[in-house]
């Protein structure tokens, strides 16, 4: 409603009347919809469809309007006032949406577990991709593998962290222990990890690579131009997850759901215990 109104306002000027800004039938905010929304996003870029309905069929809309109309009106008259800065303060709150939102696991009875484990890795793809500089997959992975192992070991204590805390300052020798093997989760393995792996080695440990598909390959290559790649483990992320997730589901198609919902329970705790975004969240459907 509000960038339907703030657009209505920069093309026809203030004041508006917001009598006039009603359907015939007095029911809806005139020219509230998902195309009218989405043609306004587009212009900063923005593609997501923020609402289906575009906010038609919500009783507060019209109500709402009227409140917003009137406090346009009463801010037009300040000197500084400017339609633009408004719209663009709507679009951030739009963007911040988003990025709140919790990433989505679909789980079709359909699809293998290794297809809904990979739209969850597609979807943060996306997200991180519009978010230069974020580190969305590589936070998922690595707190999934997390999730994981606490599902495996209930009883035992799991040490987590926030994705971008680095290993140096905290002592640590990979982002997880377990036993003598030590667990490096990774999108883009570089010769920086490979060291690690090599320390690791020196001190007695047994490193396992976890990344993606292309990082797999990346990592096997690097690990071979070391001449350790016969000494450590390489693992893409969702065979490291699934060989489990068939064992915890008893090779049972209709356990699959509560499978993944206790895997997602134990990651969303994670987050909220190591992170502070919100939109690393998973939530199934």
Not at 34 to 41: C, E
Not at 125 to 136: D, F, P, W
């Amino acid at each position: 409603m509000a960038l339907v109104i703030t657009r209505k306002a920069i093309e026809s000027g203030l004041p508006l009347d917001s009598a006039k800004l009603v359907t015939t039938a007095q029911g809806q905010v005139l020219g509230l919809g998902k195309g009218a929304v989405q043609a306004i996003l587009a212009k900063y870029e923005i593609t997501k469809i923020l609402a289906a309905e575009g906010g038609r069929t919500s009783r507060g809309s019209m109500g709402n309007m009227q409140d917003y109309v009137a406090f346009l009106n009463e801010s037009a008259k300040r000197k500084d006032f400017n339609l633009n800065f408004v719209e663009e303060w709507w679009v951030q709150r739009v963007r911040d949406f988003f990025e709140s939102s919790p990433l989505k696991l679909k789980i079709d009875t359909s699809s293998s577990l290794k297809a809904c484990l990979t739209g969850i890795f597609d979807e943060a793809k996306r997200r991180q991709a519009e978010n230069r500089g974020s580190t969305i997959l590589g936070a998922v992975m690595q707190h999934l593998v997390g999730a994981k192992l606490e599902t495996l070991y209930p009883d035992k204590t799991i040490n987590h962290s926030g994705y971008s805390v680095a290993d140096s300052p905290t002592g640590r020798v990979g982002d997880f222990q377990f036993g003598d093997c030590v667990i490096h989760v990774t999108t883009a393995p570089g010769k920086l990890l490979i060291q690690k792996c090599l320390d690791n080695l020196d001190r007695g440990l047994r490193p396992l690579i976890v990344s993606t598909n292309a990082g797999v390959a990346l990592a096997e290559t690097l690990a071979e131009e070391e001449g350790i790649n016969r000494r450590l483990e390489v693992l893409d992320i969702t065979q490291f997850l699934v060989a489990n997730m068939l064992e915890w589901t008893g090779f049972n198609g209709s356990q699959r759901r509560h499978t993944f919902e206790e895997l997602v329970s134990r990651y969303n705790a994670i987050i909220d215990k190591c992170e502070t975004d919100p939109s690393l969240k998973i939530e199934v459907s």
